[in-house]
């Protein structure tokens, strides 16, 4: 299972990007998928998720009422990123989970892609 995110670049701030996640290789159940970053210096953090099923979401405080996570019926994530701020700098991780009851980090990660924002 490979994840592929795209769709980063740089953007100044209050600008939007959207960010993309197609799965290739064996097909794999989905149960949930997040998009994590890692700014430099920092740690990775969770900055949304989706119930597969259900579509719940979620949301980190920082990116609440800006960020949108989505999905579409080919299996594709995405996150709509808008008002972006500089501090929204990061690599951007798609990943998605192995089992229902499976952490994070233990699931299908993506490659990452660098979103910047400039001042």
């Known amino acids: 299972v490979q994840l592929q995110a795209s769709g980063g670049g740089l953007v100044q701030a209050g600008g939007s990007l959207r960010l993309s996640c197609a799965a290739s290789g064996r097909t794999f159940s989905r149960y949930a998928m997040a998009w994590f970053r890692q700014a430099p210096g920092k740690e990775r953090e969770f900055v949304s998720s989706?119930?597969?099923?259900?579509?719940?979401t979620y949301y980190a405080n920082s990116v609440k009422g800006r960020f949108t996570i989505s999905k579409d019926n080919a299996n594709t994530l995405y996150l709509q990123m808008d008002s972006l701020k500089p501090e929204d700098t990061a690599v951007y991780y798609c990943?998605?989970?192995?089992?229902?009851?499976?952490?994070?980090?233990?699931?299908?990660w993506g490659q990452g892609t660098l979103v910047t924002v400039s001042s």
């Open positions: 989706i119930n597969w099923s259900a579509g719940n």
């Open positions: 990943v998605s989970k192995r089992t229902y009851t499976g952490d994070w980090f233990s699931g299908y």
